[in-house]
């Protein structure tokens, strides 16, 4: 039972890993979209990731969907104590999908305009909202006996989970602009290499202030040294993602900055392990992958659908990244 446990909890990560990673950009592309100037270079943007990004948002469905039948606690305390901001994520994501849909539905230039924005919003509230989550649950939340949040909306509008959420835009708004670099060419190309340099230094500022107060106050327990350990890969990573930016080595900085979002996902979630949603005013109270995972038949006849699923989600991603692998044509009008 316990190793099933442990299974469904890895396999929850990789899922909200490869959201992180494949969402990420598309998010990080939204960012960018606000310093486009050119209709044309907005319309390139657009055209980058339109065969992508609802592909992409099938990741987090899938992790949600996951949890709710993994751990149905954990689940019930999470989206009913982040309610209100999860229909924040969800306004956000629907503006993003309409604007991607209907900014070329009429040729009037406010039209455009306003859904350009509407996507631009639509990336950058629910970016935020991701990390104010995840700060939040690393620090622990206020339950009851029964797992239920007891603390207000503002209550999760603390310092260290906004921090978290500036951390979470400027993580997925350098990863956009190396999609950027990657994915476009001519003068654009280069305009989104040199915001990726300038979006990696307010990761940098803003990571490590977040990464020393974590240390100190979100890491204990057995396997302190898991988190410290994809901390320093984090940074090794990170480092490299930079370099091979300013060489100009689009691709390879972009596979860099893919791997330190994955060891940075991957030290929050060793840094809670066994837990899953801490408890602050009872340790007791807390949610862990053994007191708030489904029964053993539950967990084994999903392990069997995701053994079966995953490969072809994974196979499709590949496949799609494949047809699409070319450089967008950029309109400089």
């Known amino acids: ?155 999760l509008l603390n310092p260290f989970a906004l921090f978290c959420g500036i951390v979470g835009l400027t993580m997925f708004a350098h990863h956009g602009a190396l999609y950027l670099s990657m994915k476009l060419d001519g003068d654009i190309a280069q305009n989104a290499q040199k915001w990726a340099q300038k979006a990696w230094y307010a990761f940098l500022f803003t990571l490590m202030p977040t990464l020393a107060y974590g240390v100190k106050f979100c890491i204990s327990g057995d396997y302190r040294f898991l988190p410290m350990i994809f901390i320093v890969l984090t940074l090794v990573v990170n480092s490299a993602s930079f370099m091979f930016n300013k060489k100009g080595k689009a691709q390879a900085a972009f596979i860099a900055s893919s791997v330190t979002i994955a060891c940075l996902m991957l030290a929050v979630a060793t840094a809670l392990f066994p837990n899953v949603v801490p408890c602050t005013n009872n340790p007791e109270w807390g949610l862990t992958v053994f007191n708030s995972s489904s029964s053993q038949l539950t967990l084994l006849s999903m392990l069997i659908i995701a053994l079966i699923g995953m490969p072809i989600v994974l196979g499709y991603t590949v496949f799609i990244h494949r047809v699409f692998k070319d450089k967008v044509k950029v309109d400089n009008k």
């Open 1 to 155: 039972m316990e190793a099933l446990q442990i299974t469904w909890f890895l396999l929850i990560g990789i899922l909200i890993i490869g959201y992180a990673i494949l969402d990420g950009f598309d998010l990080g592309v939204g960012f960018w979209h606000l310093f486009a100037k050119k209709k044309g270079e907005r319309t390139a943007f657009i055209h980058s990731i339109e065969p992508f990004w609802d592909g992409n948002e099938v990741w987090l469905l899938t992790a949600g969907g996951a949890l709710f039948a993994a751990f149905p606690p954990v689940y019930a305390t999470v989206f009913s104590g982040f309610y209100l901001a999860m229909m924040l994520v969800l306004l956000g994501l629907i503006f993003r999908a309409v604007g991607i849909e209907f900014r070329n539905k009429i040729e009037n230039e406010k039209w455009v305009k306003a859904w350009d924005i509407a996507f631009s919003f639509g990336s950058i509230l629910p970016t935020v909202l991701y990390g104010v989550a995840i700060g939040n649950v690393l620090q622990g939340l206020e339950l009851n006996a029964i797992g239920d949040y007891t603390g207000g909306f503002f209550a």
